[in-house]
């Protein structure tokens, strides 16, 4: 279950900022990052690589608007278990559109 802190993190995130590489994105902090989708793991979780790493994007209860091989940005925080894994809360695909995800916590 995904915490109401991150969930806090997440809707006070107000546009993309300038991507950080994966391997220096801060944990518990809204984020921007930016890769390759490697691998679609699950109906709602893809990988994410770049030049200094890999991470795990959790879009759901939203259906996954990347396909594999495509270079997106990705707006989220990065939660503090591990393995890592963003929360996005949107995504900048490679045409330009933008997709907001919406996540519903108690």
């Known amino acids: 279950m995904r915490s109401a802190a991150l969930a806090a993190i997440l809707l006070s995130a107000a546009a993309f900022a300038v991507p950080v590489p994966i391997a220096k994105a801060p944990r518990g902090q809204p984020v921007t990052l930016t890769g390759k989708v490697t691998r679609i793991t699950d109906a709602d979780t893809f990988r994410l690589k770049d030049e200094t790493g890999v991470v795990s994007v959790y879009v ?7 396909q594999v091989g495509e270079t997106v940005t990705v ?3 990065l939660e503090e278990g591990f393995p890592p894994e963003v929360v996005a809360r949107a995504i900048r695909r490679e045409d330009g559109s933008e997709v907001a995800l919406r996540h519903d916590w108690s």
């Open 60 to 66: 759901g209860p939203n259906r996954l608007p990347v």
């Open 75 to 77: 707006l989220g925080a």
